[in-house]
């Protein structure tokens, strides 16, 4: 049975936030640069001319982060056998076997996690997704992460139980 492990948001997150944040941006930049002396506080200057710059600046760094963190964001199903992987245009199957390891950034708020494969897929050596949401679980590992670890030591037939010290 196919359980998805991705949160419901990851369409959100990979198809509408970044071109509303990016397109933002953009648009603005584009405005300072072009009309932005139009544009006026309430006694009447002009926004500094540094401004446009800082603009151009966060749109480019913001889109590049956008870019690694959101749009690269799969969509993943397991179950005894395998990860579903799908960029919502393609799925994919991976054996759990051929996952080599899994990783997550327990420093951003949607806690990317990064399952990486022992041989290629048609989305390359590792795939990102958003697990599903925790409330309140600041800077903790998700649950999920070990779970893929374990799904895989058993699926190549290794001990899940930790080393004994």
């Known amino acids: 049975m196919r359980r998805a492990i ?5 369409f959100i997150y990979k198809f509408v936030f970044p071109p ?5 941006f ?13 544009f006026t506080d309430a006694s009447g200057n002009p926004p500094p ?3 446009k710059w800082w603009f151009l600046l966060a749109t480019l760094a913001g889109g590049a982060f956008i870019y690694w963190l959101c749009v690269r964001l ?13 960029n919502f245009l393609q799925e994919i199957r991976v054996p759990l ?3 080599e390891d899994v990783t997550e950034n327990r420093w951003i708020n949607i806690h990317p996690v990064t399952v990486h494969f022992y041989r290629e897929t048609e989305f390359g050596m590792s795939i990102v997704f958003m697990p599903t949401i925790r409330w309140f679980a600041f800077f903790t590992s998700h649950p999920i992460v070990g779970e893929l670890r374990d799904a895989a030591r058993r699926a190549r037939g290794e001990s899940t139980s930790p080393p004994a010290a």
């Open 49 to 51: 001319p540094e401004m």
């Open 20 to 24: 509303v944040w990016i397109g933002g």
């Open 6 to 10: 991705s949160s419901d948001l990851t």
């Open 97 to 99: 076997r051929d996952i």
């Open 74 to 86: 799969k969509r993943v199903e397991i179950d005894n056998a395998a990860l579903y992987v799908s």
């Open 26 to 38: 953009a648009l603005a930049t584009i405005w300072l640069f072009g009309a932005g002396g139009s």
